[in-house]
């Protein structure tokens, strides 16, 4: 019996250290936390729906930028997008900057007559799925705005509200407000 408790605690034993190897291995390969508010917005050069290269933060160019990442396929950014173009319009190219990276796109739509269908002119990232990992995007649409000094100004929060009009609107009057702050400081 107690050679068989023996056996039993070097089996045991074994499997635990390989468990904490996998558990250890897991933790360097997991992807990186959400960014917050407050966090420098992570870097990135990517491609435009037209082939012409782009660098992030340099884009900025001093002006708040709204992020959003989206996919076809995803209820939400369909009812959302119509919301940027009037936040476009609204504030104009020559002071606030919209870049929408397309993102966990399933292979199901077409992300650039997606884009193309918009009707109105924003930076629209292609296969920014690396560019969502470095900013911890799990859940689609990512929606904030970084601020003119490249800091993460504002993060959408979760909401349990369905895709649709409701849920566009708030976003849109959250965005707005924080466009309004970002505005005042400069």
């Known amino acids: 019996m107690h050679a068989q408790g023996a056996n039993f605690l070097l089996i045991g034993g074994t499997m635990l250290k390989h468990v904490i190897f996998m558990l250890i291995l897991l ?79 399933k292979g199901e739509g077409d992300p650039a007559a997606y884009i193309e269908g918009l009707g109105f002119s924003l930076t629209a990232v292609t296969d920014g799925d690396a560019i969502a990992d470095d900013y911890g995007i799990r859940f689609i649409p990512g929606l904030m705005i970084v601020g003119t000094d490249g800091d993460i100004a504002w993060v959408r929060g979760w909401t349990d509200l369905p895709a649709g009009q409701t849920v566009a609107e708030l976003w849109d009057k959250q965005v707005r407000e924080q466009l309004d702050r970002l505005l005042m400081e400069m």
């Open 27 to 105: 933790g360097m390969t997991a992807p990186a936390i959400a960014i917050e508010s407050g966090d420098v917005a992570p870097a990135w050069d990517a491609t435009d729906f037209s082939g012409d290269a782009l660098s992030f933060p340099q884009m900025i160019a001093g002006k708040p930028t709204v992020l959003i990442f989206w996919a076809t396929w995803c209820g939400y950014c369909k009812a959302f997008m119509p919301h940027l173009a009037g936040i476009q319009e609204d504030y104009g190219a020559d002071k606030v900057n919209i870049v929408a990276i397309n993102a966990r796109e």
